[in-house]
């Protein structure tokens, strides 16, 4: 036992003085992995700060607009309900309770601001008049007031689905069409006219109402449905998985066409990943959490991806929430809970995991890789923002999703790279005009000196240095590159 305990303390020495020491880059462009669809997006999740009138509200669609960002999802949520929900009181005696007045501000500034790129609709949450409850769910009558109790009920009250489909085939005729008819025959004009590419039908289904597949299955068969006779030219996202891994048998009964009604197109599907550490861990731990919890998660999209295969293979997939969460989001609303200062080391190494989730699911295949969120503030999970919520101004996990945008995408071929350190994520491109460019990514807080295998004609990169504003760019005509702590780096050669 003495031995075997000498021995493994020898190999853990030599394993730490070879990662701190220099190391070798290899890149061997003549291996293609594959060409990659992968592209690099974001969610909007509807939220106070981005009604209009806000402190952050003109910045912030300026920079969505201009970064120019596509797959972008838009998701109104069950937080806020009068924000959300189109409809909150049931029809009655020749009365409909449909207002888009608070709705509306906000879902035109996001669909004016994509204009000339696609975008995602989630109009995430049922009216919870449409499901049994023992009795009727109250809302916040202060459309700025979180609520977290909305979504009730596990049974709809029209088990055919038609109340729902009809809900949501009003609501995109409201944007698609220039208005609707209600339900008692009343026409209702918007003037809207746009298009919308991908509609995404519900949220986290499985902790949301806790559905069962055959249930989420009729609902998307019935929404499905009904919004192609009032907009053909959408396409559908299903799922919306909070945790893929808990129960494959959640895909297997939705990736099968034999469980739709026929005709019912299988879209793209998608399902979400957050790293999320315990309340005690400290930033130094948090840099090994995060990164692991992340391995753990490419396991399941293997998975995942060996059923869509087998199943539907020409469905896509959208991976359309990744990011972190800290444990003190997961005490927002408690008693006496005070929202802790966020240091900007957790930023960066929330930025770093990003880049390290788009590279993987480049090398897996993934069509989209969406960050989340785009604002994010106290009350309702600061810690996944991509913005200072009090001055709109970008941090470093936006600037990194800026990065990967700018320099990579869909038709880039893909291959083999090794940085000789675990602790450097490196993937070689090959873009479509035949640059060669490497990105690399820092899992840990410390400094890398890395030899490349050739000079570097241009490195782009964000670091602590940087900060939130733009990527640094330097010229360095060279082959040696110095990785700062959780740095994000694209080579171009």
């Known amino acids: 036992m003495a031995l075997i305990s000498s021995a493994r303390t020898l190999v853990l020495a030599t394993i730490g003085i070879c990662a701190l020491s220099a190391q070798t880059v290899k890149v061997s462009w003549d291996k293609v992995e594959r060409v990659s669809n992968t592209t690099p997006t974001l969610q909007v999740v509807v939220n106070p700060p981005l009604r209009p009138g806000s402190a952050i509200h003109d910045r912030v669609y300026a920079d969505l607009h201009n970064f120019g960002f596509d797959y972008v999802r838009y998701v109104p949520w069950l937080p806020y309900p009068k924000l959300a929900v189109a409809e909150l009181e049931p029809p009655t005696n020749g009365k409909t309770s449909w207002d888009f007045s608070l709705i509306d501000p906000m879902t035109l500034d996001f669909l004016n601001a994509q204009k000339g790129h696609s975008l995602m609709l989630n109009f995430s949450t049922i009216p919870a008049w449409m499901w049994k409850t023992p009795k009727p769910v109250a809302y916040p009558q202060d459309p700025d007031e979180v609520s977290w109790d909305y979504t009730q009920g596990s049974e709809l009250r029209d088990p055919s689905c038609k109340e729902v489909a009809d809900y949501y085939a009003r ?259 090959i873009g479509r005009d035949g640059t060669r460019k490497l990105l690399l990514v820092n899992k840990r807080e410390r400094t890398f000196d890395l030899t490349l295998p050739q000079s570097a004609k241009q490195v782009e990169a964000v670091n602590h240095i940087t900060r939130g504003d733009p990527p640094a760019r330097s010229f360095p005509n060279s082959n040696k590159l110095q990785l700062q702590a959780q740095e994000v780096a694209v080579v171009t050669f």
């Not at 298009?195 to 069962?212: A, G, P």
């Not at 293997?302 to 990744?322: F, G, H, M, W």
């Not at 699911?361 to 991509?386: H, K, N, R």
């Open 171 to 429: 609501l995109v005729s409201w944007y698609v069409n220039g208005g609707f008819t209600d339900e008692y025959g009343k026409r209702y004009e918007s003037g809207h006219h746009f298009k919308i590419d991908y509609w995404e039908v519900l949220n986290e289904i499985d902790f949301e109402h806790k559905m069962s597949p055959r249930l989420y299955g009729s609902i998307y068969d019935a929404v499905v449905a009904a919004i192609h006779k009032v907009s053909p030219e959408t396409k559908f996202v299903a799922l919306a998985l909070a945790d893929p891994s808990g129960d494959p048998a959640m895909f297997e009964y939705f990736l099968n066409p034999r469980n739709h009604k026929r005709g019912t197109p299988l879209d793209m599907i998608s399902y979400h990943f957050y790293a999320v550490p315990s309340s005690d861990e400290s930033p130094e731990i948090q840099q090994h959490t995060f990164f692991d919890q992340a391995d753990r998660f490419f396991v399941t999209v293997r998975y995942v991806e060996q059923i869509r295969k087998r199943l539907s293979p020409s469905t896509k997939t959208d991976t359309n929430e990744l990011g972190v969460i800290s444990a003190d989001d997961l005490a927002q609303g408690t008693p006496g809970h005070v929202v802790q200062p966020i240091p900007d080391s957790y930023w960066h190494l929330a930025a770093s995991l990003y880049a390290y989730l788009f590279g993987q699911l480049t090398e897996l295949g993934i069509d989209v890789a969406g960050e989340s969120q785009l604002v994010g503030y106290p009350t309702q999970f600061p810690s996944v923002s991509m913005v200072d919520w009090n001055t709109g101004a970008p941090n470093a996990r936006y600037r990194v999703l800026g990065l990967l945008r700018n320099n990579f995408g869909p038709g880039d071929k893909v291959v083999t790279a090794d940085s000789g350190s675990p602790y450097v994520y490196a993937l070689g491109f």
